[in-house]
């Protein structure tokens, strides 16, 4: 059994820890990537990249439909066969060459196989020869695993081999009926990029749509999602799940049975933690690592958790940030540099509490950061919300006919900034980083007035909400 030491050894080479493995050879230390399965992780092969390929076809199609003078030049439909190929370009044909040689490039070792912890500091890999490493850290093991699907005690469901996320961005062949249990984000963006290949879409979501998000982000996805076709079954329990001979059969709360070819369970991740030898280190196997700001697990000083394991926030942007933060405290800490863990410090992970930016690319978009609403007065500030047609400003107008959305600002009164922002029409995903530099910076509503946006864009969002506000505080 070879033995080797490394300065750190990160276990999961998706986005997450490919980014820590970075920094951390960037700021000297050496490094072994460990990783089972394709270089890039979820996101690249089977999550964020090809759904996103799956969405965007639909979605140019549909913007020139919304142009007068430039709908008349759509004179034909979706071709599904061709956005399947421009999806497989982006998972190179779930091949991961490309990325294991940037791996190399940078100067970070990677270790082929399943990685198990085996003791404090100490992680055994096991190659699919199945020969054994056993290898050291120095200084510190940041954990990178993910997140699998998480399929619900629903009676049947596992027995019927339900496609998963996976299936669903990874499918070759398009089914003429699909069901989908969820109403979150998998659920909603799968629908709509289903429904745009002709599929016979059916969700069923137990509640509303796209709950921990204000509330007309969910309403407007569920409008959007029936126009297109799909049918939206809210408040929907599902009681059983049978496969048949010709596809799948669901049993719902009221009793009616739906039937469609395949059933997709959008229905959360739980953490891939249960066969990494978490026992051998006094954890309990199977559950998220919780850790600090600094994302040092509870309890340990060489233990991190990084990206979705650590049910921080479920989001490559998210865990890529905790990543950098990590990479560059380790590389710190090995070489006695000065380490900066006060709130917003270059390395914590402040922005994962109330600043964390998410798009749904539905149709409608859903772009928010930070808190909405609800969770700020949970949280226990003192509010106000500033609403706004986003149909109404003028490069909206100009930027599609009958452009429709809506716009949300969420106010902290004491200190008069911006907590939470949401927008929801068409291709608003690019709106969200003024929102999100306003929300961490905390720039004072006096100062962002002085933020003047171009006219005329779809970003006048801003000075509207701004009018908006200064109205309802005049009208107190
Ligand atoms: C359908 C879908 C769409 C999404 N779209 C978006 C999006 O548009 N934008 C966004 O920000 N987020 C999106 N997400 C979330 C995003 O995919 C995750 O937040 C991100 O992949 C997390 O990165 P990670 O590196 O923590 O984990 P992963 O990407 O899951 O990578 C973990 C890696 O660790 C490896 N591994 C696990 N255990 C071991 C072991 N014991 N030994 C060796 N290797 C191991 C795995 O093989 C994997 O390669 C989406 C998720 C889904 C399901
Ligand atoms: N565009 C993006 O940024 C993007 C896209 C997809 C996924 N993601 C990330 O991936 C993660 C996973 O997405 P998701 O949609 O699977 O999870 P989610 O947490 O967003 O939604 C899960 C849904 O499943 C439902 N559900 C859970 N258990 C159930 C049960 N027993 N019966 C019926 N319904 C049940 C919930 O009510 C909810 O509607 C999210 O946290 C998200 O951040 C991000």
Same mark, same amino acid.
């Given at each position: 059994m070879e033995q080797v030491e490394y300065d750190l050894i990160v276990l999961g080479a998706g986005p997450v820890g490919e980014n820590a493995a970075d920094l951390a050879v960037r700021g000297g230390l050496s490094v072994a990537l460990v990783e089972h399965e394709l270089v890039g992780g979820e996101c690249s092969y089977w999550a964020c990249m090809p759904s996103k390929a799956l969405l965007r076809s639909a979605q140019a199609l549909r913007a020139a439909k919304q142009v007068d003078g430039a709908?008349? $030049?759509?004179t034909g439909g979706l071709d599904v066969n061709a956005v399947l190929r421009r999806r497989n370009s982006f998972t190179h044909d779930w091949n991961d060459d490309s990325q294991a040689d940037w791996v190399a490039s940078a100067g970070i070792t990677l270790v082929r196989g399943f990685g198990r912890f085996s003791g404090p500091r100490q992680v055994t890999v096991t190659a699919p020869d199945g020969t054994e490493t056993v290898l050291t850290a120095k200084h510190a093991v940041a954990v990178a695993t993910g997140t699998d699907a998480f399929i619900p005690d629903i009676e049947g469901l596992r027995d019927a081999r339900p496609w998963t996320s996976r299936e669903a961005t990874s499918a070759k062949e398009i089914p003429k009926s699909l069901a989908i249990i969820g109403g979150g984000v998998v659920a909603t963006e799968m629908a709509t990029a289903y429904a745009s290949f002709g599929t016979r879409v059916t969700l069923i979501s137990?509640?509303?749509?796209? $709950?921990?998000?204000?509330?007309f982000a969910g309403e407007m996805v569920t409008e959007a999602l029936r126009e297109q076709g799909t049918t939206v079954l809210l408040n929907t329990e599902t009681k059983r799940v049978r496969r048949t001979d010709a596809g799948v059969e669901i049993e719902l709360g009221g009793g009616s049975v739906i039937t469609a070819d395949e059933v997709l369970a959008a229905t959360g991740r739980s953490p891939r933690t249960s066969d990494i030898g978490l026992d051998a280190i006094g954890l309990k196997p199977g559950s998220w690592l919780k850790t600090d700001d600094t994302l040092l697990v509870e309890g340990f000083d060489w233990l991190y958790a990084i990206g979705d394991v650590n049910h921080r926030a479920l989001l490559t942007h998210q865990g890529k940030y905790q990543a950098r933060a990590v990479g560059e405290l380790i590389a710190a800490k090995a070489s006695g540099a000065p380490v900066s863990t006060d $709130?917003?410090?270059? #390395?914590? $992970?402040?922005?994962? #509490?109330?600043a964390v930016p998410q798009v749904t690319f539905t149709d409608p978009e859903v772009a928010s950061v930070g808190l909405t609403a609800e969770a700020a007065g949970k949280a226990g500030y003192t509010t106000s919300v500033v609403d706004y047609e986003l149909g109404n400003v003028a490069g909206a107008s100009l930027y599609a006919d009958g452009y429709a959305g809506k716009a949300r600002m969420v106010v902290d009164e004491e200190r008069s900034v911006v907590l939470g922002v949401t927008f929801v029409g068409p291709d608003v995903s690019d709106l969200l980083h003024a929102a999100t530099i306003a929300v961490t910076a905390q720039v004072p509503i006096a100062r962002l007035w002085h933020a003047v946006p171009a006219y005329?864009?779809?970003?006048e969002i801003w000075l509207r909400l701004l009018e908006t506000y200064r109205d309802q505080q005049s009208r107190h």
């Open positions: 709908a008349q $030049a759509v137990r509640g509303g749509l796209l $709950a921990g998000m204000e509330p $709130a917003w410090g270059t #390395h914590v $992970a402040t922005a994962d #509490h109330e005329p864009t779809v970003s």
